[in-house]
């Protein structure tokens, strides 16, 4: 049995058995096979949460307008990093200097701060201000990337790896 929400995204009923709740509008890090065998590692998204036959769930996508809605399942191992305001509050002085690496206020999606930001929590060294060019830089990539998945996961399978170079991106 499949469940439809008030869009076009159906459900099977058994994942929406697995799927899991997290905080609404948190961005999140997750499990996507798409993803890993294309190099991107971990599928980074944001939250929307949805009741889905009685069940309050978590549907994660990417910022991006050809996104799709998928549910968050505890087989991805969703890891919550927080939302957009929480990252900038928490790593003000990384958000300032990443404004600025990005070229300015409005020059960046929120998804690409996130990637930016959470590129930048991996790196153990001193931060010289070049590594938030790298960061910035990174992050429009990832994005670019990670929006070309979404929207030909088909493709994104039977092609893996992926020559993004091929592609342009």
């Given at each position: 049995?499949?469940?439809?929400?008030?869009?076009?995204?159906?459900?099977?009923?058994?994942?929406?058995?697995?799927a899991?709740?997290?905080?609404?509008?948190?961005?999140?890090?997750?499990?996507?096979?798409?993803?890993a065998?294309?190099?991107?590692g971990?599928?980074i998204?944001?939250?929307?949460?949805?009741?889905i036959?009685?069940?309050?769930?978590?549907?994660?996508?990417?910022?991006?307008?050809?996104?799709?809605?998928?549910?968050?399942?505890?087989?991805?191992?969703?890891?919550?990093?927080?939302?957009?305001?929480?990252?900038?509050?928490?790593?003000?002085?990384?958000?300032?200097?990443?404004?600025?690496?990005?070229?300015?206020?409005?020059?960046?999606?929120?998804?690409e701060m996130?990637?930016?930001?959470?590129?930048?929590?991996?790196r153990k060294?001193?931060?010289?201000?070049?590594?938030?060019?790298?960061?910035?830089?990174?992050?429009r990539?990832q994005?670019?990337?990670?929006?070309?998945?979404?929207g030909?996961?088909?493709?994104?399978?039977?092609?893996?790896?992926?020559?993004?170079?091929t592609?342009?991106?």
């Amino acid at each position: 049995m499949a469940t439809q929400l008030n869009n076009q995204y159906t459900f099977d009923s058994r994942l929406v058995a697995e799927a899991v709740q997290v905080p609404d509008g948190a961005f999140i890090v997750i499990d996507d096979l798409a993803f890993a065998e294309n190099g991107l590692g971990r599928k980074i998204a944001q939250t929307m949460a949805v009741e889905i036959e009685g069940r309050h769930v978590s549907l994660a996508y990417v910022d991006d307008d050809a996104t799709t809605y998928d549910l968050v399942l505890a087989e991805d191992k969703p890891e919550v990093i927080g939302t957009f305001q929480q990252l900038q509050s928490r790593h003000a002085d990384a958000y300032d200097r990443l404004v600025r690496a990005f070229g300015g206020v409005g020059k960046f999606s929120p998804h690409e701060m996130v990637i930016a930001l959470h590129w930048l929590q991996g790196r153990k060294m001193s931060i010289e201000f070049e590594t938030y060019f790298e960061a910035a830089s990174f992050a429009r990539q990832q994005s670019a990337r990670s929006a070309w998945v979404v929207g030909n996961r088909y493709d994104a399978m039977a092609l893996a790896p992926v020559d993004w170079k091929t592609l342009g991106i």
